[in-house]
């Protein structure tokens, strides 16, 4: 059974940092790339939950990554083979970045590569982590 747990979540300030942390279970991790979106609640939201904004993805060698729209250069992906487990640094936080934090798995085609932020490309998601920023 593949298992996918988020971590590291939090309240913080405007400005702050962040270290999430995503460990996978139940498949050989170093196979397939990874992702991390977000939800804000209430984004055209149904009673199945509003769409995902990919956040960051990173190829099974970490040799790729790449980060949604405006994102690059304050979030940091990477993994740790190792230790099954996907990291995402977040720093100079802002009340905008509020939002439950998702790790996946990609699916399909290609498994082991980073080509898109597309939800539908990725499968085994996790409960999530909230962050929330304050002013």
């Known amino acids: 059974q593949v298992q996918v747990v988020e971590s590291g979540g939090g309240l913080v300030q405007a400005g702050d940092s962040l270290r999430l942390s995503c460990t996978v279970s139940g498949l050989p991790f170093d196979d397939y790339a990874m992702a991390w979106f977000r939800r804000v609640p209430g984004e055209g939201e149904t009673s199945e939950g509003g769409?995902?904004?990919?956040?960051?993805?990173?190829?099974?060698?970490?040799?790729?990554?790449r980060y949604g729209n405006s994102l690059q250069g304050r979030f940091i992906i990477s993994r740790d083979n190792s230790k099954d487990t996907v990291f995402l640094q977040m720093s100079l936080l802002q009340p905008d970045d509020t939002a439950t934090y998702y790790c996946?798995?990609?699916?399909?085609?290609?498994?082991?590569?980073?080509?898109?932020?597309?939800?539908?490309?990725?499968?085994?998601w996790g409960q999530g982590t909230q962050v929330t920023v304050s002013s």
């Open positions: 996946a798995i990609k699916s399909g085609y290609n498994p082991d590569r980073c080509l898109s932020l597309n939800e539908n490309t990725y499968n085994f």
């Open positions: 769409p995902r904004e990919g956040v960051a993805c990173i190829s099974t060698s970490g040799g790729t990554t």
